[in-house]
């Protein structure tokens, strides 16, 4: 199975994307996006910090290695499982201000303003990572805020080599970046497009950084950095305040739980979708018995977009922020529910998403960014970050060095209208003062007798949580090892639009004709890629790591 999937790897992703990097280690582990930050994350452990310390350096070590999703001006959400078994989720999600409103991005003819919602400094959610990440430092951490953030100062003030990948994507970006002098001046060499080979250092990034190293929460949510903020959202008809960034705090949730054919699986509370609708779909669809059904089979794959289907049309109606709107978390991932959503699933015809205005698919980027970390005492972490779309608004707050998010249209600016993603959603996630917007970030961890077995997760916006289903359901129900976990091509069905969308070599040529004739819709192929599952997995006394080959990424372990 292997050998197979690594050749069908090589038909699969275009010839720039390297195989899936993999390690095995016994001490510690770190799979990210970025090789520098992977580094940085291992350093941290080789110095005797933990998990959670690593997850912390490498957090802010990605919002200098990799800007697109890494991040101080965005938010993200955190799992972790401690050593005692113990599993706490953190929610560092961004926020509306105080003064947003429903209808903030609707036009004078009561539809929605794509342009406002997303390439405008009132298209920014108060950004909560900052917070987030020395909260998690400070409860669980071992080591000093100084330490941790000592490697990300040094990448920033001393600079690093820019690859061929982020070079090209600071290229392909770059008409945005002219927007804005101080994104120009950051992303660019005096105006011109920075190229691979070159040495890109970022000193104000590098002074806020420092202020954050010096004076903790205070040194980005007050003080000069808060003052920077402000100014620029009162020049441009932001709504960011003084007082919203000072009142903003992250907060710990229980985290979403179910379990799966003996294992436990754990993931991200409201306002993430992601934990709620994977603990769904594996309820639905535990009662089949998908190991003999083969992994890509006509039936397997029927089931899991059936599944997909029912679960993505409940994210319509009932998930927001739990702070502002009744979440039934409970309700829709006990199994009774799934049995009941799923009685009608009938074997040999496709369900019926089209009674509702659909979506258009939102086009795919390399949005958000997710990292796994593990040491050898049993600890392990599971985050996702983000700033939205990639690279967010585009907008870097001058004289602070760091991108802004462009989260706000995460919310449902308009009932049934879709985002960026094409996803639909309802009051339950209409705009309002104070509220998180929906999301689909979905770090997980699964454990079994109470130890981790498995850390994943994955960007894509609607895509993320049906990249992760997949991953554990290749790793539970398949059988596979990590890296073929990770590499196997993916598909996705959001409800709406009515079409599955894949990635070549996961539906064969005779399953999507089956599917077809079963009423299955969108099934002419795709050669786009889906997710990036930066995963860790414990094995035989071994810590196993793997970045996607879906991307250029890096583990580090020792
Ligand atoms: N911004 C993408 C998400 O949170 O789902």
């Known amino acids: 199975m292997k050998r197979f999937l690594l050749l069908l790897s090589l038909f699969i992703f275009p010839v720039s994307f390297a195989l899936a990097e993999y390690q095995r280690a016994t001490q510690g582990m770190v799979s990210s996006r970025s090789d520098?930050?992977?580094?940085?994350?291992?350093?941290?452990?080789?110095?005797?910090?933990?998990?959670?310390d690593a997850a912390v350096a490498t957090g802010f070590a990605l919002s200098v290695t990799y800007p697109s999703a890494g991040n101080l001006g965005g938010g993200g959400f955190m799992v972790i499982s401690l050593a005692n078994?113990?599993?706490?989720?953190?929610?560092?999600?961004e926020k509306a201000p105080a003064t947003a409103?429903?209808?903030?991005?609707?036009?004078?003819?009561?539809?929605?303003?794509?342009?406002?919602?997303?390439?405008s400094h009132q298209s920014a959610g108060v950004p909560g990572s900052v917070a987030g990440l020395l909260e998690a430092l400070d409860k669980y951490g071992s080591l000093n805020r100084e330490q941790v953030l000592a490697p990300a100062i040094r990448l920033a003030e001393?600079?690093?080599i820019l690859n061929q990948e982020i070079a090209g994507q600071f290229r392909g970006h770059f008409n945005s970046f002219r927007n804005y002098p101080a994104s120009l001046a950051k992303f660019s060499a005096n105006g011109s497009p920075l190229n691979a080979g070159a040495l890109w250092r970022q000193p104000d990034l590098a002074r806020t950084l420092s202020a954050i190293s010096d004076k903790g929460r205070d040194g980005f949510y007050k003080g000069s950095v808060a003052d920077l903020i402000v100014a620029d959202m009162q020049a441009n008809n932001g709504l960011i305040s003084h007082e919203d960034l000072i009142n903003y705090q992250p907060v710990w949730r229980a985290p979403v739980h179910g379990s799966y054919r003996g294992y436990d699986v754990w993931s991200m509370p409201a306002p993430s979708s992601g934990g709620v609708l994977l603990v769904q779909m594996l309820n639905m669809l535990e009662p089949y018995n998908i190991e003999k059904l083969g992994w890509g089979s006509t039936e397997t794959v029927h089931l899991m977009i059936e599944a997909q289907r029912r679960a993505y049309a409940d994210r319509a109606e009932h998930l927001g922020d739990p702070d502002y709107v009744e979440v039934p978390s409970s309700m829709l991932t006990s199994k009774d529910y799934a049995r009941q959503r799923f009685a009608n699933f009938d074997p040999q015809v496709a369900g019926d998403s089209a009674k509702i205005t659909a979506g258009n698919w939102g086009e795919e980027s390399p949005q958000t960014t997710h990292y796994?970390?593990?040491?050898?005492?049993?600890?392990a972490v599971s985050v996702t970050t983000t700033l939205n779309r990639s690279y967010g608004n585009h907008i870097v707050v001058p004289g602070a060095g760091f991108l802004l998010n462009n989260e706000m249209d995460d919310f449902s600016s308009k009932p049934n209208s879709?985002?960026?993603?094409?996803?639909?959603?309802?009051?339950?996630?209409?705009?309002?003062p104070g509220k998180r917007m929906l999301s689909s970030m979905s770090p997980t961890i699964i454990t079994r007798d109470g130890k981790p077995v498995l850390?994943?997760?994955?960007?894509?916006?609607?895509t993320i949580i049906n990249t992760v289903l997949q991953v554990v359901m290749n790793v539970i129900d398949h059988h596979m090892s990590l890296e073929d976990a990770v590499?196997?091509?993916?598909?996705?069905?959001?409800?709406?639009?009515?079409?599955?969308?894949?990635?070549?070599?996961?539906?064969?040529?005779?399953?999507?004709?089956?599917?077809?004739?079963?009423?299955?819709?969108?099934l002419n192929g795709s050669r786009r890629t889906i997710g990036e599952a930066n995963s860790v997995m414990f094995e035989n006394g071994f810590i196993d790591g793997v970045s996607d080959p879906r991307i250029v990424g890096g583990v580090a372990g020792f």
């Open 85 to 93: 078994g113990e599993v706490l989720t953190l929610d560092y999600r």
């Open 418 to 432: 879709p985002n960026s993603y094409g996803l639909i959603g309802r009051t339950a996630n209409e705009i309002q």
């Open 487 to 522: 590499t196997s091509p993916r598909f996705h069905h959001q409800w709406m639009p009515d079409v599955v969308r894949y990635e070549i070599g996961a539906i064969s040529d005779e399953v999507a004709a089956e599917l077809e004739a079963m009423g299955h819709q969108g």
């Open 36 to 52: 520098i930050a992977s580094e940085v994350g291992k350093e941290i452990l080789a110095l005797g910090g933990n998990a959670i």
């Open 372 to 379: 796994s970390v593990a040491d050898d005492e049993g600890n």
């Open 101 to 119: 409103h429903r209808d903030m991005f609707l036009d004078d003819k009561g539809d929605v303003d794509r342009e406002l919602a997303l390439n």
């Open 455 to 462: 850390l994943t997760g994955s960007p894509g916006g609607s």
């Open 158 to 160: 001393e600079g690093f």
